[in-house]
């Protein structure tokens, strides 16, 4: 199960992007859950949104 979370995290990370190959698509519609591709998604995001927190706190700190 650790590699279809790894591949669910990676459809993920790749799709924020908007980039995927077909070959690639097809293989996760066929080899992921949808709960997998939800769950990878809300940790995705809600990892980016801490991220873009800390980049926007940083440079608060930085332009003092």
């Known amino acids: 199960m650790a590699g279809g979370n790894l591949r669910a995290a990676l459809a ?9 190959r077909r070959r690639d698509y097809d293989a996760d519609a066929q080899n992921l859950t949808p709960l997998q591709v939800v769950i990878a998604g809300l940790i995705g995001g809600v990892a980016f949104v801490l991220t873009m927190l800390l980049v926007v706190y940083l440079a608060m700190q930085f332009l003092k």
């Open 12 to 20: 993920v990370f790749w799709s924020f992007f908007g980039v995927r």
